[in-house]
Each structure stands twice: as C-alpha cells, then as structure tokens.
C-alpha cells in the first residue's frame, strides 16, 4: 500500500497529510490522539519522553541566556499565536515574557 492508497483516520494517514502541510481532518486528528494517548502509556516511552523535555528545557534556557533579544522576540511571537487560541481572558492574564533567567537552572 503506498501513502497515496492511505485512507483517513489512520495515524499514517494523518502523517501524510502533515508531510503535504495539510490541516488534518477530524478522523485523522482523533486517530493521531488515541496514537500518541497509546505510546504515552508505555513505561520506557514516557521515562524517555521526560528525559527529552528535561534536555530541551534545559537548552532553551541555555539558548536564552546566551541571545536573550532574539528569544524575547521569538518568545512574543509564539505566544502571539498560542494566546490566540485561548479564550481572550486567560491570554491577557498570561500575557507576560518570561526572562530568560527564570524557569530552569543551568549549570
Ligand atoms: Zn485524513
């Protein structure tokens, strides 16, 4: 079966329409959900996947230090995208550029 045969609702299928910078239709986005929902429970997965997110913490903050002009600009304009897909509210009260001397210790 090649990637074209794929039908939605698939993980596969929603790769796909990632890799073609499609927006993933509500079978695919569910079937990508119940995937990594799945993987997450696996044990030696989630003790990795905490490690990873330990190590990326820890660089962007390194990242930060070092250029903390250009992660100030580059913080805002995520957050400018993020805070959109909140209710208004929750962005304006949220609405604050971290430093990048707070959050994780680097040694
Ligand atoms: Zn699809």
Redesign the pocket.
Known sequence: MSAEDL???TYA??Q??IKRG?R??T??RK?AAEYSRRRRQNPEVRRRQVAQDTARTRALSRLAKMHPAQYRVLYEEEWAITASRLDPDTAREQDQTPTPERGTTTT
């Open positions: 039908e939605c609702g299928a929603y796909r329409h499609e993933p239709d079978k695919c079937a």
